[in-house]
């Protein structure tokens, strides 16, 4: 009897060590998150996303964009302002003085590069809306399935413009998505800035929650004031979409990550480093 019991237990720590070495090896969910730079700007008047407040102030912008390394595959979150913008000398220039010129100082291939990753090795993306900071390299992953809000698609462009090339697949959204099903990795629907405008709520296995903010807001000031952009368009849906992400942070003791917000990012981890 006395063997017997003996030869559970050396079986039994036998299974356990085995699954500790498989979990140390081969852990499901995230391993990484890179941030990367996809462009820097300078605002020409700030009161444009804060109504009333600080006119005629400049701002300086970053743009951000996050690559995730999940055991089921790489996604990219946002795509930045297009990489050809980093040969122009005076950058991306918009028709309104009052919003942002944007440069690169950096090209998001060159960066993806840096980290050994090829564009064909993205599977999946999501960007949080259809302005041009956020989608300018959509097609350097023309494979990639693109993880979209249907009101977003389906919002027409200047002249009628398709938003996407029609021939790129597509996953069209109506609400959250779990993308990885095992819950670290959810598009969160948070309309307002545009029609199907997402955020993404990211749980980390070391740092907790992160909730990366899209446009929801644009810098922290604007966050603590529950401000809205002039611009938005749909103001009371902003507003909700703040309390729904105040709401998920409250309940996930998540940290938001402001895209814009340049002081903010500062203090924070960019490639090739990165958070767990
Ligand atoms: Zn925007």
Aim: hydrophobic share 35%; glycine share 10%; with cysteine.
């Amino acid at each position: 009897m006395k063997r017997t019991i003996g030869f559970v237990a050396a079986f039994l720590s036998a299974v356990l060590l085995g699954s500790l070495a498989h979990a140390q090896s081969g852990k499901p969910g995230i391993e990484k998150l890179y941030i990367l730079n996809c462009g820097e700007g300078v605002a020409g008047d700030i009161s444009r996303w804060s109504p009333g407040v600080n006119e005629g102030k400049s701002m300086d912008f970053v743009d951000n964009c996050y690559l995730i390394k999940h055991s089921q595959g790489w996604f990219l979150w946002d795509t930045g302002i297009p990489d050809a913008v980093a040969g122009m000398q005076k950058g991306l220039v918009p028709a309104d003085p009052k919003a942002v010129t944007w440069h690169r100082s950096q090209t998001l291939a060159g960066q993806l590069g840096q980290l050994g990753v090829k564009p064909s090795d993205i599977k999946a993306m999501a960007i949080s809306h259809t302005h041009p900071d956020p989608i300018g390299n959509v097609e350097m992953f023309p494979k990639a399935m693109l993880y979209v809000q249907k009101a977003e698609y389906d919002w027409p462009g200047a002249d009628n413009a398709p938003r996407f090339k029609p021939e790129h697949p597509v996953t069209k959204l109506e609400g959250d998505r779990d993308v990885f099903g095992d819950g670290s990795v959810t598009i969160v629907s948070t309309p307002g800035h545009t029609p199907g405008h997402q955020s993404l709520l990211v749980k980390l296995p070391k740092t907790g929650a992160v909730l990366l903010s899209g446009d929801a807001v644009h810098f922290k000031a604007n966050w603590d004031a529950r401000g809205v952009p002039g611009g938005n368009f749909d103001k009371e849906k902003t507003s909700t979409s703040m309390t729904h992400m105040a709401d998920l942070m409250a309940k996930d003791k998540a940290q938001l990550w402001i895209n814009h917000d340049k002081p903010q990012s500062e203090t924070m981890k960019h490639a090739p480093d990165f958070y767990q």
